[in-house]
């Protein structure tokens, strides 16, 4: 199946797919059903001017060639889990899991490997068009820190902050306001017909895992 230029109101359920706003295109050029790819730097600035991708705050100047930086706030989580025995704690996903809040100072916070840490991003992201993508900047990488377990892929429609789910290999010390990942928007293949609505949505702090619910 194809579509062309008149077809693009009633594609994605009614939502203009991106590549059309992004390129001007003949009436009769047929596109595949199935494209996608990751947008440059260059087409994630046009996407945020234009209103189809949102990150509040933003600037120029976190741009990479192909993704943008994100930074992180001084709020932070430390997981306590929910049990404990003589090697340490215990989590039962089933249960809520407690964590210990805290606030990254100024002169930093010293992180502790074998601990688990959840931070927020600085920045609201989301979009109704395109696929968020989350990973940590090379430069972390080399200094042993990842920035999540899972959940490297946001949903299409999530709108929020995001919680980094922060380890370390060494005792290593992070800063307020330091870059420490990347956002990419992925371009998605075929319709998008359901937007996120989660539990997650609209989260402003670092928000702990909330499993639980799917057992309810």
């Known amino acids: 199946m194809s579509f062309t230029h008149e077809d693009t109101t009633?594609?994605?359920?009614?939502?203009?797919?991106?590549?059309?706003?992004?390129?001007?295109?003949?009436?009769?050029?047929?596109?595949?059903?199935?494209?996608?790819?990751?947008?440059?730097?260059?087409?994630?600035?046009?996407?945020?001017?234009?209103?189809?991708?949102?990150?509040?705050?933003?600037?120029?100047?976190?741009?990479?060639?192909?993704?943008?930086?994100?930074?992180?706030g001084n709020e932070i989580l430390i997981c306590q889990g929910n049990d404990k025995n003589q090697d340490g704690i215990i989590i039962?996903?089933?249960?809520?899991?407690?964590?210990?809040?805290?606030?990254?100072?100024?002169?930093?916070?010293?992180?502790?490997?074998?601990?688990?840490?959840?931070?927020?991003?600085?920045?609201?992201?989301?979009?109704?068009?395109?696929?968020?993508?989350?990973?940590?900047?090379?430069?972390?990488?080399?200094?042993?820190?990842s920035v999540h377990q899972e959940a490297g892929f946001g949903d299409i429609g999530y709108y929020g902050k995001w919680t980094l789910q922060v380890t370390v290999t060494y005792p290593t010390i992070i800063y307020p306001n330091m870059t420490i990942a990347q956002m990419y928007m992925v371009v998605p293949s075929g319709d998008i017909g359901k937007l996120y609505n989660g539990k997650y949505q609209g989260s402003d702090t670092a928000r702990g895992s909330e499993s639980y619910k799917d057992f309810t």
Not at 40 to 45: F, L
Not at 92 to 119: A, F, H, T, V
């Open 92 to 145: 039962d996903i089933k249960r809520p899991i407690n964590y210990e809040k805290s606030i990254i100072p100024d002169e930093g916070m010293l992180l502790q490997p074998n601990n688990l840490y959840l931070i927020s991003t600085r920045e609201v992201i989301g979009s109704d068009y395109y696929i968020p993508m989350l990973t940590g900047r090379s430069s972390m990488g080399r200094a042993g820190i």
């Open 10 to 72: 009633n594609y994605s359920s009614s939502i203009v797919h991106p590549l059309y706003l992004f390129k001007e295109l003949e009436e009769d050029t047929i596109l595949p059903e199935f494209f996608g790819g990751f947008l440059t730097g260059a087409a994630i600035d046009k996407g945020v001017k234009n209103g189809l991708i949102k990150i509040e705050p933003y600037t120029s100047d976190q741009l990479n060639p192909n993704s943008y930086n994100v930074t992180i």
